[in-house]
C-alpha cells in the first residue's frame, strides 16, 4: 500500500512486512527517512530528522552545504554539493555539470508503468501492483525526473526505476543515470556481494563495511563472470534466520555499479545502475530516457527471508516464459560429450542412447554451421554445415523426433570470427575504433548489433534455421566481452551511448525472435555464467549457471546464485568424470542430486558411460519427475553451507502448503572420526507430524532409511531437534531424503 500523509508530509510505502518512507525536507528536498519492519504508525515525520537538523537550506542558507553533505537523499545529484557518491550526472550545452532536482509533486497509481525496451517486473491484474511516481525538476535546466517505486501486493520487495525528460529546447547529456539508492545509518554493516570467475561465477564474499567505497561493477559490456548486480547490507553477524538484511538487485545485462559508501557522519549510502563509466546519453528536447528497474528488498530476519522474496518476485512477476511453471524437458547437451567433433550418426547415436534411458530432449551445441570446426572460425555463417549435418538439419531432428524426444539448437548471435563470410562481406560490421586493430577473444570479435541492419540481418538467420525443422529450444550463448568500443553508426557525442544500446540491442533480438516463436525454450548462457542476471531472466526462464559442472565445485555456485533466483532458473547438468574443468571424481549419484537444483539434464556421451552409471540415469531422471516441482517451486532454505564449513553443504526446499519437503546434504570432505551430523530442518509446520524417507536412485523410490525415521515427527522436533544423519563414508557423497506430512 502506498499512501502520501499529508499532515505529517511523508510518502509510506507499506508492503506485507516492510514500510518504505520518503519525506520532502523543507519542501524541496526528497530524502530518505526509513526502510525496515514494517511501522503500524503513520505519525512517523519525526524520523527525517530535518526539524531539528541546523542546516537546513531555508533555515540556514549560509550552509546550504553541509546540509547537501549529510542529509540522507532519496536521489543524490552531481555537482552541487553532496560530495558523497551521487545518482545523476549531466552536461548541458555548455558544458556545466551541476544540477538540482526539487520536489516537484506526485502520483500513486494502480498499475506497473511500462519501460520500453528494457526487462521488467510485471503485475498480471490491475491493481496486483502499486506504484508511486515522485516528480523532481531541475528549472534551470528543464530536466524532469520521475523515480518510480512499485510494489506488488504480495511481495515484500520494492521496485525502483527513474525516467529523464528533457522538456528544454538544448539536448542535454545524461552522464551518469543510476536506478535506486537508500542512505541509511551505519548499523555496523556488512557487504554481501557475488563475485568469481570463469568456472567459478557468484561465490559468496562478506566483508564490513569501512569508512570509504565498497561495492561491485563491470565494464565487460555484460553482467560479468567477475562480478554480480547485487548488493546486500547485513547487520553484523546476520545469518540465513537472523539479522537484519537490505538487498539491492539490478534488473539489466550489460555494465553496472553498485556501491556502498560510508561516510564521515556514520551514514551509509547504498546504489545501484548502469555504470556510468564511458556512459553519456545525448538526450533530445522531448525525449526521455529510462534506467532499468533495480530491485530492493528487505529482511528483518535474515538472508533466507531475503532469498525467498527474490524468487517469488522473479517467479510471479518478471519470468514471462510459458515454461515458467511447466516441466522442462531433462535435456541431453552434447557439449563436453564431442566438443566439435560431430555428426549426424554421432548425435543419433547419443539420442537413440538417451531415450532409451528416459531423457526427453536433445541439444546440439557449437559446431554444426559454417566452417565451424573449431572455435577459431565461422561464427556470423548461420547456415548449416552439411558435411557434418549429413542430410541436412531437418533430417536430423525428424529422426530425433522419431526417437520420441525433442530437439534444441545452439547459437551464438553477437559475434563474428575474423575467418567467416560475413566478415569477409562485412569487415565493418564489427564493433571496432577506427584506425585500431580490436583486440580479439576467443578468436573472434563483437558485431555491432545497435545497427539496425546487422540486428535484422541476425535475426533472420536464425529465424530461417529455427523454422527449418522442429527446433523447440535455443541456447543464446556469448563468449567474450567488449571493448575496442566504436560504432560506425554513431556520431561523436552518442559514442557513450554504445554499451547501453548493445544491451538494448541484445533485449530486441530476443523480444523479436520470441516474438515469432512463442513456444521456444530458451536458456541464456555466456561463457557459462556470465550473463546470468534479473535482465537475462525477463526472456529466458533458465540461465546456464556455470561451465564448471563438477557437482562439487557447483554447489558454491548453485549456493550463490540460489542466493537471489529460483532454482527453476539454473541451467545444471550431470557430466562426465574426471570433471572436464577440474578433474575430479564425484559419484554418478550425487551429481544426480546436485543437478536436481536446477534445470537438471547431461552434458556427457552416454553412448561412453560406464553400465553403472548409466544403469542410474532412470532412476535420475524419476528423481526429477517426482521432485521437480517441489524443488523449483518450493520456498527454498540453506541449512548448511560447504562454502563456509569445508565439510558439508545441506538445503532444503518446502512446499508452500508446508506439507512435504526435500533436504539435499552433500558430504564433501569424510572427517575422521566424525560419526554423524545433527540437521536441523527449516520452513516445516512445527504442528504437522511428517515421515521422512531416503530417496534411492537405482530403483528410482523413496525407501526407509534410519529406523528413527519411521514413526512420525512433528516440524517442531524436527526443526529444534533436528535429525541425525549417518556418516556416509566416503567424499563427495551424497543424500537426498523426502519429508511427507503423515
Ligand atoms: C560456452 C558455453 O558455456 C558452453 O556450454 C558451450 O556452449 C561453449 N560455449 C560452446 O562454444
Redesign the pocket.
Known amino acids: 500500500m502506498i499512501r502520501f500523509l499529508e499532515k505529517e508530509n511523508i510518502f509510506k510505502i507499506d508492503t506485507v512486512t516492510t514500510s518504505y518512507i520518503i519525506g520532502i525536507a523543507d519542501g524541496k528536498y526528497p530524502g530518505h527517512a526509513y526502510y525496515g519492519r514494517r511501522l503500524p504508525d503513520d505519525d512517523v515525520s519525526y524520523l527525517m530528522r530535518i526539524n531539528e537538523a541546523p542546516f537546513v537550506p531555508s533555515k540556514n542558507g549560509r550552509d546550504k552545504l553541509s546540509f547537501l553533505d549529510c542529509f540522507p537523499m532519496e536521489y543524490p545529484v552531481h555537482g552541487i554539493g553532496d560530495f558523497r557518491e551521487d545518482c545523476i550526472a549531466v552536461r548541458n550545452r555548455d558544458g556545466y555539470s551541476g544540477l538540482e532536482l526539487l520536489y516537484d509533486g506526485y502520483e500513486i497509481t494502480n498499475d506497473k508503468p511500462h519501460l520500453d525496451g528494457l526487462p521488467q517486473t510485471f503485475a498480471s491484474d490491475t491493481g496486483e501492483s502499486e506504484t508511486l511516481k515522485l516528480y523532481l525538476k531541475d528549472e534551470i535546466l528543464g530536466l524532469k525526473v520521475t523515480l518510480l517505486y512499485t510494489v506488488f501486493e504480495d511481495s515484500d520487495a520494492v521496485v525502483r526505476s527513474v525516467i529523464m525528460d528533457n522538456e528544454s529546447s538544448d539536448p542535454i547529456y545524461i552522464t551518469k543515470a543510476l536506478s535506486a539508492c537508500i542512505d541509511m545509518d551505519n548499523k555496523d554493516f556488512e557487504l554481501m556481494t557475488l563475485n568469481g570467475s570463469w568456472a567459478r561465477e557468484r561465490h559468496i564474499q562478506r566483508n564490513p563495511v569501512g569508512i570509504g567505497f565498497a561495492g561491485v561493477s563491470s565494464v565487460r559490456g555484460e553482467t560479468s563472470h567477475q562480478h554480480h548486480p547485487f548488493l546486500g547490507l547485513l547487520s553484523k553477524g546476520a545469518d540465513d534466520d537472523h539479522g537484519e538484511v537490505y538487498g539491492m538487485h539490478f534488473i539489466y545485462s550489460g555494465n553496472f555499479k553498485g556501491l556502498v559508501y560510508r561516510g564521515q557522519f556514520d551514514n551509509v549510502r547504498m546504489m545501484m545502475g548502469i555504470n556510468d563509466e564511458d556512459f553519456t546519453w545525448k538526450l533530445e528536447p522531448g525525449n526521455s530516457f529510462m534506467t532499468p528497474e533495480a530491485v530492493t528488498v528487505y529482511s528483518g530476519s535474515g538472508i533466507g527471508k531475503m532469498t525467498r522474496t527474490y524468487h517469488d518476485l522473479y517467479r510471479n512477476h518478471l519470468i514471462r516464459s510459458p515454461y515458467k511453471d511447466k516441466k522442462r524437458p531433462i535435456l541431453i547437451?552434447n557439449?563436453e560429450a564431442t566438443y566439435f567433433d560431430f555428426n549426424t550418426d554421432k548425435l543419433l547415436d547419443i539420442a537413440r542412447e538417451s531415450s532409451k534411458l528416459g531423457i526427453e530432449m536433445l541439444v546440439m551445441?557449437?559446431g554444426w554451421f559454417g566452417n565451424r570446426y573449431d572455435?577459431n572460425r565461422a561464427l556470423g555463417d548461420w547456415f548449416v554445415n552439411e558435411e557434418k549435418i549429413k542430410g541436412g538439419l531437418k533430417y536430423l531432428v525428424d529422426e530425433v523426433n522419431k526417437l520420441g524426444m525433442k530437439f534444441g539448437i545452439?547459437f551464438?548471435p553477437e559475434m563474428i570470427s575474423p575467418d567467416s563470410d560475413l566478415y569477409r562481406e562485412h569487415p565493418d560490421w564489427a564493433i571496432a575504433i577506427p584506425g585500431r586493430t580490436a583486440g580479439l577473444c576467443r578468436n573472434q570479435y563483437v558485431l555491432d548489433i545497435t545497427r539496425d541492419e546487422i540486428r535484422d540481418y541476425i535475426v533472420e538467420r536464425v529465424c530461417d534455421i529455427l523454422s527449418s525443422a522442429n527446433i523447440e529450444y535455443v541456447?543464446w550463448?556469448m563468449?567474450r566481452q567488449l571493448a575496442d568500443l566504436g560504432s560506425k553508426n554513431l556520431p561523436f557525442d552518442r559514442m557513450g551511448e554504445l554499451s547501453h544500446r548493445y544491451t538494448l540491442a541484445v533485449y530486441d533480438m530476443q523480444e523479436r525472435i520470441l516474438e515469432r516463436f512463442p513456444d521456444i525454450l530458451l536458456e541464456n548462457?555466456s561463457?557459462?555464467g556470465a550473463r546470468f542476471d534479473p535482465g537475462m531472466l525477463y526472456y529466458s526462464p533458465q540461465i546456464?549457471c556455470s561451465?564448471d559442472t563438477d557437482a562439487i565445485e557447483r554447489l558454491k555456485i548453485q549456493e550463490g546464485t540460489a542466493l537471489l533466483y529460483p532454482l527453476s532458473t539454473m541451467g545444471a547438468h550431470v557430466s562426465v568424470c574426471p570433471n572436464h574443468t577440474v578433474g575430479r571424481n564425484t559419484p554418478f549419484e550425487t551429481r544426480g542430486y546436485v543437478a536436481l537444483a536446477g534445470t537438471f539434464g547431461y552434458e556427457l556421451d552416454v553412448t561412453k558411460l560406464s553400465d553403472e552409471d548409466k544403469a542410474m540415469i532412470p532412476g535420475q531422471c524419476k528423481m526429477y519427475h517426482k521432485y521437480r516441482d517441489l524443488v523449483t517451486m518450493g520456498d527454498y532454505y540453506r541449512i548448511a553451507s560447504y562454502s563456509g564449513n569445508g565439510y558439508f553443504d545441506a538445503y532444503m526446499t518446502v512446499s508452500k502448503d508446508r506439507k512435504e519437503a526435500l533436504l539435499t546434504f552433500v558430504q564433501v570432505m569424510n572427517r575422521p572420526n566424525v560419526h554423524s551430523r545433527i540437521i536441523r530442518l527449516k520452513g516445516l509446520d512445527p504442528d504437522e507430524k511428517y515421515l521422512i524417507k531416503k530417496f534411492n536412485m537405482e530403483t528410482g523410490e523413496d525407501e526407509v532409511y534410519l529406523s528413527y525415521m519411521e514413526k512420525p515427527l512433528s516440524g517442531e522436533t524436527l526443526m529444534s531437534g533436528g535429525i541425525v544423519i549417518e556418516n556416509l563414508w566416503g567424499d563427495n557423497r551424497g543424500l537426498l531424503l523426502h519429508i511427507v506430512k503423515a
Open positions: 547437451n557439449w551445441d557449437d572455435d545452439w551464438e541456447k550463448d563468449n548462457c561463457g557459462g546456464w561451465d
